[in-house]
């Protein structure tokens, strides 16, 4: 049986209808949702979060404590050469008595470095006075020697409390009463008299002194010498 012309076109066009509806409904459902989107309320933005700079404490420079000025040591309680380690340094002491009674300090003449026999040094000063004339020590020392050779003649050793200075005094006429070895002498007592034994020549009195130091206190002849005489020129006169 024949369709009749209107109904077949009916036919044809139901599908085209069909899709022009599906679309009508998604482009409708589109819209919606793009119409919901627009007035939706935006997300909050995220906070901003400022980073927390610790403070920067400034650098402090320390102060530097001054050093204390040291105290220098105390002098020696002996009245003695005090030699440094340089050889040939000139020894210091404190101020001597002048080994000879009334001798005074302008009337010194520096015979240290005078010529001896077979070439020697003489390394003593001779104090020239008058035959008996007192000789003095010349600071507080211990005598450790009472001598009497071809030389000196008549000679005394007397060491100071440092065990190192040695005082010598030769050409004596004779001791004092009581010098003997194991004697305390203070400055200024009596150890002798002016005399010419030895090799000082009859006739040629005088007082041969020597300071020098000894390492080993056994040993307190030869030991290194030191010029009296710049030590008496300050000295006391008794």
């Known amino acids: 049986m024949a369709i009749p012309h209107t109904t077949a076109a009916l036919i044809v066009s139901i599908p085209r209808l069909v899709t022009v509806v599906v679309l009508g409904i998604a482009a409708g459902t589109a819209a919606h949702l793009w119409s919901s989107r627009r007035h939706a309320t935006p997300d909050a933005s995220p906070p901003v979060v400022t980073p927390v700079t610790a403070p920067v404490t400034p650098s402090v420079t320390p102060r530097l404590r001054k050093p204390k000025a040291q105290k220098p040591p105390p002098p020696s309680l002996a009245p003695s050469v005090q030699t440094r380690a340089a050889e040939g340094d000139r020894a210091t002491m404190m101020q001597l008595v002048i080994p000879v009674k009334g001798i005074r300090s302008n009337e010194l003449r520096d015979t240290y470095n005078d010529a001896r026999g077979a070439g020697r040094r003489h390394d003593a000063i001779d104090i020239m006075a008058a035959h008996n004339t007192p000789v003095l020590a010349a600071a507080p020392a211990r005598v450790v020697r009472r001598d009497n050779g071809a030389r000196g003649g008549i000679a005394l ?82």
Not at 194 to 203: H, K, L
Request: glycine share 14%; net charge negative.
């Open 157 to 238: 050793y007397a060491m100071a409390a440092d065990n190192r200075t040695i005082y010598y005094y030769a050409h004596l006429d004779r001791y004092a009463p009581g010098i003997v070895e194991g004697t305390q002498l203070r400055a200024g007592d009596v150890v002798g008299y002016v005399g010419d034994t030895g090799n000082a020549g009859a006739g040629n009195y005088h007082l041969h002194f020597e300071i020098t130091t000894t390492a080993d206190p056994k040993r307190y002849w030869g030991g290194a010498s030191h010029n009296p005489y710049p030590l008496l020129r300050t000295g006391i006169t008794q």
